[in-house]
């Protein structure tokens, strides 16, 4: 089993729609949950950062970390052709030997279509 | 600030050969991390440096090596390559704060790798 599961999809919405995107994952030792946005061919970009459950809100995205059920999802209201990229989830432990180092999920490719 | 930036964009070599790519970190920041990320997945951790030593290494054989240098840019070494080791590697930096925590991870825009 991977320590993160993601969906690739790939999800294609209409404009203005509400996306939902989600990870689950295995090591409970995870308490930093990210997700990037990438553009094909491109780095990832950090979209939201947050340390162990609840919610946080950034403009029309909301991220929501479940860690009884060990499942984040990233929400996106008002969807806009440009948000269509790969978005990534990623996490990371706050101690031990992996102190530092990112999981990812592989990656859902969403495209909004007009 | 300019950001994490890497060089070069593109490199192709052929199988057996050496490749060399280079990491600037961002402004203020002091670990760099490396990353593999294949077409289609997620990236993959490679290695971790900071105080110039590699501090983590993920599951990559030896043939990847790298440095950082005391102004906190790194290097990524790749020898022997392979034709699996065509990938997009990506460099990132991050802040290691009080009590060893970290800060977020900013990426650089990678370095395509085609091995030929």
């Known amino acids: 089993q991977k320590e993160v599961e993601q969906d690739p999809g790939p999800l294609s919405v209409p404009e203005g729609a509400i996306v939902s995107l989600n990870c689950t994952y295995s090591?409970?030792?995870?308490?930093?949950f990210m997700w990037y946005r990438q553009y094909s061919r491109k780095g990832p970009e950090l979209l939201m950062y947050?340390?162990?459950?609840g919610n946080k809100e950034d403009g029309r995205f909301t991220a929501q970390v479940d860690k009884s059920s060990k499942y984040i999802s990233l929400f996106i209201r008002d969807s806009q052709p440009s948000d269509s990229a790969t978005y990534l989830c990623?996490?990371?432990?706050?101690?031990?030997?992996?102190?530092?180092?990112?999981?990812f999920g592989r990656g859902t490719q969403l495209t909004v279509w007009p | 600030d300019a950001g994490v930036t890497q060089s070069p964009t593109h490199l192709i070599k052929t199988r057996g050969q050496q490749v060399t790519l280079r990491c600037s970190p961002k402004?203020?920041?002091?670990?760099v991390s490396w990353y593999q990320q294949a077409l289609g997945q997620g990236p993959q951790f490679i290695f971790q440096?900071?105080?110039?030593?590699?501090?983590q290494r993920g599951n990559f054989p030896d043939r990847f090596s790298g440095h950082q240098f005391p102004n906190y840019s790194s290097e990524l070494n790749v020898n022997a390559l392979l034709l699996g080791d065509s990938a997009l590697y990506l460099c990132a930096s991050s802040a290691r704060l009080a009590g060893g925590r970290y800060n977020e991870q900013f990426f650089g825009p990678g370095t395509r790798l085609t091995v030929l």
């Open positions: 090591n409970s030792a995870f308490q930093y």
């Open positions: 440096y900071y105080e110039e030593e590699e501090r």
């Open positions: 947050t340390y162990s459950s």
């Open positions: 402004s203020g920041h002091d670990t």
């Open positions: 990623a996490m990371s432990a706050v101690r031990g030997s992996t102190l530092g180092r990112l999981y």
